[in-house]
């Protein structure tokens, strides 16, 4: 196999074991590909091995590769920060959008979503309160959730976090966001989605209710510059 499908499927088992750890069912963890960088012909590689949902965070970027792979069915996810200048293209390439966190972005781009077939979002939480980091307080997410729930061409489908990074050798603590979710579904939010966890804490993740892990440098190795991070 190529370094890329032993990568694949490295991850595959350890996304396998920490569901088996923290007595899930199997599967219920989505691996999410964060491609932002790597080519279409690595996409296609991974399609072929059974993925099917990449997420890119530049729409620049991320047009060009979407339209190469158009004969593929892939699951498009958006999980950059959205610009209001970018939310019809977004809109139309895009059926996941992950970095929701403005009122007026979300009604933007429920203008844009085609009606019958919704827009997926997920609320961007700021657990941590990082100021290099996107999303809401805590506190301010119930409201902001109502008031998406309201546009017919959304469908609100659960959170997503980028929690701070833990000190070296320290477990990251997910727990702000793993009971605000918690909390929101208690209040009848129909959520099933969960957006937390990357390569190198997916087991805290998954432990702390992830159903969705977005997995970039444990499948490709590390960016070429690491100017991407942090700008989420
Ligand atoms: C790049 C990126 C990832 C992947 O991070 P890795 O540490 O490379 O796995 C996850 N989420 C977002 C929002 C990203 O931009």
């Known amino acids: 196999m190529n370094t890329l499908a032993t990568q694949w499927q490295a991850v595959k088992s350890r996304i396998l074991e920490a569901e088996t750890n923290a007595s899930r069912p199997e599967g219920s963890v989505k691996l999410l590909v964060a491609s932002k960088t790597q080519s279409p012909a690595k996409i296609r590689s991974l399609y072929a091995l059974g993925q099917k949902a990449f997420g890119e965070n530049y729409v620049q970027e991320a047009i060009p590769k979407i339209q190469a792979l158009s004969d593929l069915d892939i699951e498009w996810h958006f999980i950059g920060p959205i610009q209001g200048n970018k939310t019809t293209l977004i809109a ?94 208690r209040k009848g939010f129909k959520f099933d989605t969960l957006s937390l966890g990357m390569s190198n804490d997916l087991e805290a993740a998954i432990k702390a209710g992830s159903t969705c892990v977005r997995i970039g440098t444990a499948l490709f190795g590390p960016r070429p510059s690491n100017k991407n991070k942090g700008t989420v």
């Open 92 to 185: 139309r390439h895009f059926s996941w959008v992950h970095g929701l966190c403005r009122l007026n972005i979300a009604e933007r781009l429920n203008n844009m979503a085609s009606q019958g077939c919704p827009l997926n979002v997920l609320i961007q939480v700021n657990p941590d309160l990082e100021p290099s980091k996107q999303g809401l307080p805590p506190e301010e997410t119930l409201a902001f959730a109502q008031a998406i729930s309201t546009l017919p061409n959304l469908a609100l489908r659960g959170l997503m976090a980028i929690p701070r990074e833990p000190e070296p050798g320290k477990t990251p603590d997910f727990s702000i966001i793993e009971s605000l979710y918690q909390t929101l579904a």
